[in-house]
């Protein structure tokens, strides 16, 4: 016969339950010294991620295609994605732009973590300022950190130059705030600011700085809109009869124009609190024969990046990056933390990662144009999922290991 397996059900003797709250409290202990263990290796890596950072120039490396670990988002997939950038969306069929990985030569770039971003980011605000290129940029964050984000608990808002996106659980804020020449000038409309003339009030910056003085960590371009030999300088306001208006050599004007945002940040920042980036020169590629094509070429048709080490085309000033280093350098001196973000030689060599005609068009195209693609392709902005992900990686390596 059989043994009969007999389980008796009844309410717990006191030895039971004494046992069974020295087993609860052990487990507790084995876990607590579990995460204590975690934690500092947590510290310890983190730690050992920095020395290695601090002895690895991240900016100089090469593009290795990845399928396997990039895009980092899928284009359709983030409902922030703007038409501007949504090549796939608007045509573009060859994707293999979305698959490259930057790879410094003698590190890793860190792997970018949404949550952990976000975690850095509780209660802060983290503002872009500055032109189209800023806007992609800040796209892509947004991009890149939203998916960690149930859908009731992230939003949009449009306020004039403002666009904001919201992090509820986080009480996060990434924004994004058009002022193109960083000081004010009649390009200052977030929608219609093409004009045939660019006027510039060279010493005046409160209107724009009062939307991001209170950030906590704030990004900063400027170049695309100065690329002309002479700017003109209005003296007094927009809206007084005395106008004066005089026109001044562009580097000069550049140069003043920034001496009036660095002596507003010295001012008005929290030096305690904020954490301050420019973004270098992002490079275009409007002329095909400097990469080896026809002198009409350009980015049009292109699929794959340069591969000659130290490429560097005609579209990128040294001369105002030089500019931007000073007044940073100036900033550090006195008592900013201010760092240079320098993405222009690794984008320099992704001539196939535009829009071109991938994009919406906000004009309706000629029949010369539509004749013509590479007469009204996009070589200036960068196509999403894309280089800009690649700005928000090292952008994310400075704010966490060079803090």
Known sequence: MGKKLIIVLGRPGR????????????????????????????VEDLEKQKNSLARCDLFSGKWVYDNMSYPLYKEQECPFMWDEFACQKFGRKDLTYQNWRWQPHHCDLPRFNATALLE????KRLVFVGDSLNRDQWVSMVCLVE????????????????VSFKATEYNASIDFYWAPMLVESNSDDP????????????????KHATHWTNADIL???????????????????????????????????YEMALKTWS??????????????????????????????????????????????????????????MKIVEASMDELRRRGLKAQMVNITQLSEYRKEAHPSIYKRQWVPLTEEQLSNPRSYADCVHWCLPGVPDVWNELLYAYIFYFD
């Open 263 to 320: 002596d507003w940040l010295d001012i008005h920042l929290n030096r305690s609190k904020t954490q301050l980036y420019f973004m270098s020169m992002s490079p275009t590629h409007l002329w095909g024969e400097e990469w080896g094509m026809a002198k009409t070429d350009n980015c049009y048709n292109e699929t794959k990046p340069i591969v000659k080490e130290g490429y560097w085309g005609s579209g990128s000033d040294m001369r105002m």
């Open 15 to 42: 030895r039971c339950r004494l046992h069974c709250l020295i087993a609860l409290l052990f487990g507790f202990v084995i876990v607590a010294v579990y995460l204590l263990r975690e934690s500092r290796w947590t």
């Open 191 to 206: 929608v219609s600011h093409r004009l045939p003339d660019r006027i510039v009030r060279i010493k005046a910056i409160e």
């Open 219 to 253: 990004v900063f371009d400027s170049y695309l809109w100065w690329r002309r030999p002479k700017m003109k300088l209005l003296l007094g306001s927009f809206e007084s009869p005395d106008q004066i208006i005089k026109e001044v050599e562009m580097l000069r004007s």
């Open 147 to 162: 998916s960690a984000i149930p859908p009731p608990l992230k939003s949009k808002n449009i306020n004039g130059s403002l």
């Open 120 to 123: 850095r980011l509780r209660g």
